[in-house]
């Protein structure tokens, strides 16, 4: 099983970016999967997670309405859209998974079974 995320820079507050997961070993068909981020000093945060299995979302409070997650089954990739950033969106950014269940709140709350490498996204003028 392998998470490979891309997408990371640097962009302006107010700016848009894109992060996309490349997923190998399993399909988009039944697990959850989300996106996670870390600053240093504080834990690991599930932001925008959904099921595979049947599209649901879940989003935290701090990215809500402004982060979508979204899938491409037939590439087997996993998007999330960032609009409107801010500064304290500034983190590392991770894909991540559960393979034994298909709920995307569980996964952003309790966490995944997979880990992919992060990606660098800083929001700064």
């Known amino acids: 099983v392998q998470l490979q995320a891309s997408g990371g820079g640097l962009v302006q507050p107010g700016g848009s970016l894109t992060l996309s997961c490349d997923v190998s070993g399993f399909r988009l068909n039944f697990p959850a999967i989300g996106w996670f981020r870390q600053t240093p000093g504080k834990e690991r945060e599930g932001i925008s997670c959904?099921?595979?299995?049947?599209?649901?979302?879940w989003d935290s409070d701090s990215v809500k309405g402004r982060f979508t997650i979204s899938k491409d089954a037939a590439a087997n990739r996993v998007y999330l859209q960032m609009n409107n950033l801010r500064p304290d969106d500034t983190a590392v950014y991770y894909c991540a998974a559960h393979l034994s269940h298909s709920s995307s709140y569980a996964l952003c709350q309790d966490g995944p079974t997979e880990w992919g490498r992060g990606t660098l996204v800083t929001v700064s003028s």
């Open positions: 959904l099921s595979t299995l049947n599209d649901i979302t």
